[in-house]
T-cell receptor, first 114, second 113 residues
């Protein structure tokens, strides 16, 4: 069975600093991996998705994530944080090469310090 | 991308009552899902809404508590039955078309007193 672990339920970074949100997964099959963002009082929005091919995936709003099979990781990064990046971020893995059964991590709330 | 709307956006309900949440998408989609996000928690899949047949429920969720309908390819409802305070959550609809990925609705915030 697939599972996702997000390290740190809360992460604070200064505006302009590097954002790094950690995600590790377990999967018995090559996974599909996702990062979703949830802004306050809104639904989830897909940031980026890895299926196959290039391991560095670029998403919206300047975010990117790198799939590292050897480390079973899919960490999310952004070179320079902006105040508007404050939100909850969810890492997710699909149930075996599929887009339908998605298993979510517990989420990381990103705080941006002025 | 699909545009998804949910009604109501939020509600406050009394214990023992039921609430039906509607999910409408602006295009025909292959699959529709219902998730629950309890306070401070991640999303948990409740069920897959199947068009014209009974929904497929995940472990821990049953039809009597969460009846689901999907009469066509663009609409689904989730009912939270005989509610208790433990049902206070955000309920989200999501959709998946042939080209993927999953898109999520804005959610319905439910508070049960």
């Amino acid at each position: 069975a697939q599972s996702v672990t997000q390290l740190g339920s809360h992460v604070s970074v200064s505006e302009g600093a590097l954002v790094l949100l950690r995600c590790n997964y377990s999967s018995s099959v090559p996974p599909y991996l996702f990062w979703y963002v949830q802004y306050p009082n809104q639904g989830l929005q897909l940031l980026l998705k890895y299926t196959t091919g290039a391991t560095l995936v670029k998403g919206i709003n300047g975010f990117e994530a790198e799939f590292k099979k050897s480390e079973t990781s899919f960490h999310l990064t952004k070179p320079s944080a902006h105040m508007s990046d404050a939100a909850e971020y969810f890492c997710a893995v699909s149930d075996g090469n599929r887009d339908d059964k998605i298993i979510f991590g517990k989420g990381t709330r990103l705080h941006i310090l002025p | 991308s699909a545009v998804i709307s949910q009604k109501p956006s939020r509600d406050i309900c009394q214990r023992g009552t039921s609430l039906t949440i509607q999910c409408q998408v602006d295009s025909q989609v292959t699959m529709m899902f219902w998730y629950r996000q309890q306070p401070g928690q991640s999303l948990t899949l409740i069920a897959t809404a199947n068009q014209g047949s009974e929904a497929t429920y995940e472990s821990g969720f049953v039809i009597d508590k969460f009846p689901i309908s999907r009469p066509n390819l663009t609409f689904s409802t989730l009912t939270v039955s005989n509610m208790s305070p433990e049902d206070s959550s955000i309920y989200l609809c999501s959709v998946l078309s042939n080209s993927g990925p999953q898109y999520f609705g804005p959610g319905t915030r439910l508070l049960v007193l």
